[in-house]
């Protein structure tokens, strides 16, 4: 940044000014809201124990920059913020301070165990908010929520027990994806991974001695929970074999030989093993034929008595040990590398078992409603090909288990009568006796809601649903159902469709009847610039916050809006934000240059622009900001700064500054345009747009209101002052080639002629001082018929000519000449090899048209060479 601007301090003392004022609130711009103009987004809440990352960064800046256009349109604005409690991560961090101090949560107890998450959650959950200040985003700080505060836990609370009392929340035993670590996981919150393992092949002798089945599996470990095995009823190879006992390998149990036409004949050897405990695929089958369900492992993973002499091994590390010993007694036939998918926790990546558990799930029918909705259009993604992921996803939609097996986390409220056995929920913190039996000997169930359970209530629950009077007037109004539900938009990444956006619009619609959203945005990835995902392992990561202390948050925001294009992954390089650096350069630049020729400049409102070449550049304002409204109404955050980019830059500061340079008059209106312009860019970039609008109004934001509570840009409107200028502009660059053409490009010279057909002497007066000063031309004559002995240059509005009969034109013609020589030979060269059919037939097809192209790029230069040989001639 040039000297003057040092955007690490304006940026720290801007943000801080403008929340102290509560420009942020719902009511900040109150001056300018209109009736009826109510817009409403949510946060998506970061975790507590999390720490800025670029997805964030693109996410809040995509947030921040829509609901600045919206306050500043006149909107009645809600931007919620908050942060959630992050069940499994907290936990894990709370667990392994314990750990570091020699001791457990479990010789703690929950209580205390639960103060000290507490504890950590006050000490942390400040840390991603303040990173959130730094990027210049602007919710309702003073709203902010938190996942367990005393009013979402109401709601929370008022949620299960409406859907338990309804039955469309159940607990029973089933098979679910269960890490030794973390407990109960959801389908979606299960990693796969391709694994190169193993395909172990064991004989399964015959319970009478008289041979054996070759069984082929990839978890030898889990064999001892096998209640069968079973053949394809068609395959010929083993229909006499059903009915049979097998009896399994090291053990005496004996289990029998099964049809079922789940088995794929033409996969490994035809015979499979059926451990109804241990896989999804086997637990139907186990239903479907009444086997014994045998679990032969701990919630931790420890192997038990099933297992025999294997017992007290950890799950994944028997199979080797297990391994052996079947090649010791020759059970095992072969071992083949198999590579498979393998499930792994998304929180800790331990490797994730099918396994049977008392559990709580969420009805799948509740998504019914939401998802008639969506499919009827109450619901519109951006970019529109997102709702056949979400039909894909929601057509095969099974029961939600949302119990975990955790201590951090909001507890399931259903009791358990410990005299008569009866069990109900409640929104009482502590019930004082059973329905039934009126006992007080009740027992709350010990394990608390999944995260995501929470979170799915947030488009409502943080308007007040649910809460009681807990916080009313401070962290939510009465009427904030009515003015924020459903909300306006949803912005979030593409890979949180399915854990959170769904689920939001299941519990949205059940509760309310309504979706949650009008309109949903789901954002790509940021990758880094060679098109990699980020990762630490491969040392590609970029920090935001880094970012925003080498460059500043204005140019890593107006990086990222610019290169988020709807549906397309953002590659991010320190060259786009250099770029970027660039950009604010030339704006702090163009605005002291204004102050160098004015020292202060008028507000648009009620001003009136008179030169023409201020009536221009308002006319290209209106079309940029025509351009960027329709851009951001559509969430093409990427057209809209690209807009922008080309007004302020192209326009702006490389035309509209020079062209001043004839036009001294216009300065003033210049600088009230570019105050208007700092409007229309302040909702990607607040600060130096701020900082300049200031600058130029003789003010200071200290002292003044903000840009952010002021009305955006409206006027549309082009103007017939376009035309004069596009012609203009045309001569200037015309005349500049036709210098090039006799090697005068950046000097001076005495006249130049321009031929323009059907204007007006009265423009062509206007027009002269500014091609003469840009073009560099001491005389410039406007003529109707060609010029003689003289360079010319045909533009797309007219024709320029410079005389050359003061000019020494023979070392021209003599470079012009060699050039057209050199051509030649090149195209000869290339047309020989090109029209030789040995040639052709034998070179690779990217050899051909490597020369085709050659070849036709020589022709073009060759025939503008002689063109303007010709033209000197």
């Not at 299960?160 to 679910?176: A, D, P, S």
């Not at 949650?516 to 990699?532: N, Q, T, W």
């Not at 216009?666 to 300049?692: N, R």
Request: charged fraction near 30%; proline fraction near 3%; include cysteine.
């Amino acid at each position: 940044m040039s000297n003057g601007y040092e955007p690490q301090n304006i940026e720290n003392q801007f943000y801080k000014i403008c929340e102290d004022r509560k420009y942020f609130e719902v009511d900040g711009n109150k001056a300018i809201q209109e009736e009826g103009k109510n817009f409403s987004i949510m946060m998506p809440p970061p975790n507590v124990t999390g720490r800025l990352h670029i997805g964030h960064a693109l996410t809040f800046t995509l947030q921040d920059i829509i609901t600045r256009y919206k306050r500043m349109d006149g909107y009645k604005t809600l931007w919620q913020p908050g942060t959630d409690h992050a069940g499994i991560a907290t936990q894990n961090v709370v667990e392994k301070q314990l750990l570091a101090e020699g001791t457990t949560k479990e010789e703690i107890g929950r209580e205390k165990f639960l103060e000290r998450a507490w504890a950590w959650k006050e000490e942390s959950a400040g840390i991603m908010t303040d990173q959130l200040r730094k990027m210049g985003v602007s919710p309702a700080w003073e709203r902010e929520r938190f996942t367990m505060d005393a009013g979402l836990q109401k709601s929370v609370k008022e949620a299960f027990v409406h859907l338990y009392n309804e039955g469309l929340i159940i607990r029973g035993n089933y098979m679910v994806n269960w890490c030794t670590h973390d407990g109960a996981l959801s389908d979606i919150e299960v990693e796969h991974e391709d694994h190169d393992g193993k395909f172990y092949h064991i004989k399964y002798p015959f319970a009478d001695g008289s041979g054996h089945v070759e069984v082929a599996t990839t978890r030898p470990e889990t064999y001892f929970g096998d209640t069968a095995v079973m053949v394809h009823p068609n395959d010929n190879r083993y229909k006499d074999l059903i009915g049979k006992k097998i009896r399994l390998p090291l053990l005496q149990r004996e289990v029998t030989i099964i049809a079922d036409e789940h088995v794929d004949m033409d996969f490994g050897t035809g015979v499979v093993k059926v451990t109804p405990a241990h896989d999804q695929n086997d637990y139907e089958v186990g239903k479907r034929h009444d086997l014994e369900f045998i679990t032969v492992f701990d919630e931790k993973g420890i192997l038990n008595d099933y297992a025999e002499e294997f017992k007290g091994l950890e799950r994944l590390e028997s199979r080797d040990i297990i391994v052996k010993r079947l090649e010791e007694e020759g059970y095992m036939v072969k071992i083949e590398d198999h590579k498979h998918q393998v499930g792994h926790c998304y929180r800790c990546k331990n490797v994730v078992e099918p396994y049977i558990s008392k559990q709580w799930f969420v009805r799948s029918k509740v998504a019914d409603k939401s998802i008639e909705k969506t499919n009827n259009g109450e619901a519109k993604f951006f970019p529109p090909h997102w709702i056949n992921s979400y039909n894909s996803w929601m057509g095969d939609l099974r029961d939600w288990c949302i119990s975990r097996q955790l201590w951090w986390g909001h507890q399931i409220p259903v009791f358990y009568c410990d005299d008569c056995d009866h069990e109900f929920a409640s929104q009482e913190e502590a019930p004082s006796a059973c329905p039934k039996c009126a006992s007080k000997n009740l027992t709350q169930d010990p394990d608390v809601l999944d995260t995501w359970f929470s979170s799915a209530l947030w488009p409502f629950s943080t308007l007040g649903w649910g809460n009681g009077d807990s916080e009313m007037d401070k962290l939510f109004k009465s009427d904030d159902m009515k003015d924020f539900y459903p909300n306006t938009l949803l912005i979030t990444g593409f890979d949180i469709l399915f854990f959170w956006v769904a689920r939001m619009m299941m519990m949205g619609e059940s509760f309310n009847g309504e979706l949650p959203f009008k309109h949903i945005y789901l954002h790509a990835l940021v990758r880094d610039e060679k098109g990699d995902k980020m990762s630490k392992s491969k040392g590609n990561v970029i920090d935001p916050l880094d970012m925003v202390n080498k460059y500043s948050a204005d140019i890593l925001r107006f990086t990222l809006a610019i290169s988020a294009a709807q549906g397309r992954d953002i590659r991010m390089s320190q060259e786009k934000l250099e770029l970027n650096r660039n950009f604010t350069n030339k704006l702090y630049n163009a605005s002291k240059y204004l102050q160098m020729n004015v020292d202060t400049f008028p507000d648009m409102k009620g001003f009136c622009v008179e030169s023409d070449l201020g009536r221009y550049m308002m006319s290209r304002l209106n079309l940029a900001t025509k351009e960027v409204r329709a851009a951001l109404d559509e969430y093409k955050f990427n057209d809209a700064a690209t807009v922008m980019y080309r007004f302020l830059w192209n326009e702006f500061c490389d035309w509209g500054i020079e062209l001043s340079k004839a036009d001294k008059g216009a300065i003033v209106e210049l600088g009230a345009i570019f105050k208007e312009a700092m409007k229309l860019l302040h909702p990607f970039m607040p600060f130096i747009t701020e900082y300049l609008y200031h600058e130029l109004s003789g003010t200071s934001l200290e002292n003044a209101e903000s840009i952010m509570i002021s009305p955006y840009p409206s006027k549309t409107k082009q103007r017939k002052e376009e035309k004069k200028f596009e012609i203009i502009m045309d001569a200037i660059v015309s005349i500049r080639r036709a210098k090039v053409l006799v090697d005068l490009a950046n000097q001076k010279i005495e006249k130049a002629f321009v031929k323009i057909d059907g204007i007006s002497d009265a423009d062509k007066e206007m027009m002269l001082p500014f091609i003469a000063r840009l073009a560099k031309v001491t005389e410039v004559e406007f003529i109707e018929t060609k010029v003689e002995n003289a360079v010319s240059d045909i533009a797309d509005t007219c024709e320029t000519f410079i005389p050359t009969d003061s000019i020494d034109l023979s070392s021209i013609i003599s470079k012009l000449s060699k050039q057209n020589e050199k051509l030649q030979k090149e195209i000869d060269k290339l047309n020989g090899m090109l029209n030789n059919e040995r040639f052709v037939a034998n070179a690779p097809e990217d050899v051909l048209v490597k020369n085709r192209e050659a070849l036709a790029d020589a022709q073009t230069k060759q025939v503008k060479v002689q063109e303007q040989l010709n033209s000197l001639k």
